[in-house]
């Protein structure tokens, strides 16, 4: 199994109802540490971005002027062809801290990073060709919110209300969607409104990609009235795991500058 795909795994795993929640959250911790130090050590590719491992970790290799500073060393990167950054870029340059200084932390919310990390990378964009701008992406101020603003880009999308049907073609059901430019789905929306939230973000929805005239579009005895309160309400507030990103990373940028690191040695780091 590839890297990524047991960390994601792991993350699945931790969402999911255990028998002793302390015994399986350190189980947890020493897989990820086991997962990331055979990533690092060995040759394994996690993903298709990591196909070459060609540089080695060690000091012989300078980085480049051209070479974005969120590029980790031991993966190979053409500034002529540039590539979206894989999971750990992405984590490290989202929270300010290395992959392994989280693993081995006990904030809580390392798991959501990684979630939310996977989610931006690979979950929104499903069976479709990913023409976002990493570039612009990855040197923004505000990753997260410059990814969902280019998802948003790239689909196009709207919030919309289907009908379902039962056997004997009767509505039963009213459910909201989220659908890209070509009139396909990318996702459903859940009664879960934290879940709701998130997804919306992630797809970088706003609030005119909502009817306003939402509530004559439902048959309000089948729809849920919480959803249709709150996407009536929906102002693309940043979610919390937003907020920790955010705070993080400022947190370890304010560390490093108290500690009088010069620009170089920021920049090598």
Known sequence: MHTIAKIDQLVRNSQSPKASP??????????????????????EMPTEELTERSIPNNHNYERSNIMPSWVDLDYTYDPNNPRKPNMRELIEAMSGKNVEELYTSNDKNYKKLISRASEMLYGVLMANQDSRDWTAIMESNDITKTAQKQTAIMFEPKVEIV?????????????AVIKDKHGNTLR????DLSLTKETLHNFGVTKKDIPSNLETQVDQNIFDKDLLNFLKNFDNEPSSIERFVIQT???NISEKLSQNSTLDELEKQ
């Open 188 to 191: 459903s929306l859940s009664s």
């Open 22 to 43: 302390v015994e399986d959250s350190t189980s947890d911790k020493k897989e990820f540490h086991n997962i990331l130090s055979s990533a690092v050590k060995n040759d």
């Open 249 to 251: 990373a400022s947190t």
């Open 163 to 175: 009908l379902m049907l039962n056997e004997t073609n009767n509505a039963n059901e009213e459910i």
